[in-house]
């Protein structure tokens, strides 16, 4: 099983008599296509994009293809196996842009296995951008998308039942020093359902950008929220300039976190506007991260957020609040993992 922990200092055995720090802000070397996504959990998500942008097809579609991946993985935080919110119901998020500032979105949508494609027919079969819970349910299954059991995974159905001793709602997300993730036995996909002893659980998001053999952008966000969460609760990850934004002129951004957090700072179009300004997608996620903490250093210590950039050179940068937050690069047929430069 593959974890967000198992991952590859980029460098690390090549240079090591460098530094941790100067380790963790290498960038990769890329070429076109490539293709970045969140977490080490992004090899899934890359390895269905990869063959599109291989052959030399459309970003869009490679993302789409990152998404349905991930939906397919049995998760903690993807698809309709997920983690439910507080009430039991698994509650799913995604949205998709183009390199033409087309974009749709879903977001509080049950029971449909693959909310990125939901968000793609949105956007290019109505005048809309988002459509919400029953209304975004009921467009899918027009759309000949089928209705999913109602019924918890396995594993989160046993997270769940962990979660409801204490009914604490205390998001972790991958805070320095904080508990140690207790894995599902059961758990078998690469980013399989983990709880910690004091009732908290992981939140992770996919987030896919990409740039085409023809030197265009496109990407995707899906998830199912942050678990446990209060019925009803939207995060960053499906609201275009939070959780998403591509600019073609300039570049993809997207990222994982306290969705809270991003939406306050619309995350991803500041980082796109950054870049805009002269800004690396290094200097860009850095700066973006830096707003957002400064408006409560003290809380900051509790949260994460961490942004993946891709420009139109297709250069790569990463930027966290707190540790331990990986990115995956695809750019060849081998994807590698990347720890990102934290605050
Ligand atoms: N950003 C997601 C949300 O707030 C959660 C995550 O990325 O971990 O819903």
């Not at 590859?8 to 941790?20: H, V």
């Not at 869009?60 to 196996?81: F, K, M, P």
């Amino acid at each position: 099983m593959t974890t967000r922990r198992h991952f590859l200092r980029w460098g690390a055995f090549a240079l090591p008599q460098f530094n941790l720090k100067n380790l963790l802000i290498e960038k990769p070397p890329v070429s076109k296509p490539v293709v970045v996504s969140t977490w080490d959990s992004g090899k899934t998500a890359n390895n269905g994009a990869w063959p599109v942008l291989k052959s030399g097809g459309r970003a869009l579609d490679a993302v789409e293809q990152a998404g349905i991946a991930s939906e397919n993985e049995q998760s903690c935080c993807v698809g309709v196996g997920a983690n439910p919110d507080r009430d039991g119901h698994v509650t799913l998020d995604a949205c998709i842009m183009d390199n033409q500032f087309n974009c749709g979105s879903v977001v509080f949508l049950e029971r449909i296995k693959h909310p990125v494609s939901v968000a793609r027919k949105v956007m290019e079969t109505t005048p809309h951008v988002m459509l919400a819970g029953a209304g975004a349910q009921q467009f899918a299954l027009a759309n000949g998308f089928t209705l999913e059991s109602d019924k918890l995974s396995a594993d989160a159905r046993k997270t769940y039942e962990h979660w409801l001793k204490k009914s604490a709602y205390k998001p972790v997300i991958n805070v320095e020093n904080g508990p140690k993730p207790r894995p599902s036995k059961k758990g078998n996909g690469p980013f399989a359902p983990s709880y910690f002893d004091d009732g908290s659980v992981n939140h992770d998001t996919m987030g896919t950008i990409a740039l085409d053999s023809a030197g265009n952008l496109s990407g995707m966000c899906t998830t199912s929220g942050m678990a446990f969460k209060m019925h009803g609760r939207v995060g960053d990850s499906p609201i275009i300039g939070a959780g998403l934004y591509v600019d073609n002129e300039i570049g993809a951004v997207t990222c994982t976190g306290q969705g809270e957090e991003v939406i306050r700072m619309c995350g991803a179009h500041l980082v796109v506007e950054l870049m805009r300004q002269g800004n690396t997608p290094q200097e860009a996620c850095r700066a973006a991260v830096e707003r957002i903490v400064k408006r409560d250093p003290e809380r900051a210590k509790t949260f994460q957020v961490a942004f993946i950039a891709l420009n139109k050179a297709g250069e790569i940068g990463a930027y966290s609040v707190q540790k331990d937050f990986t990115y995956t690069v695809t750019s060849n047929e081998t994807p590698t993992t990347v720890l990102a430069a934290k605050r």
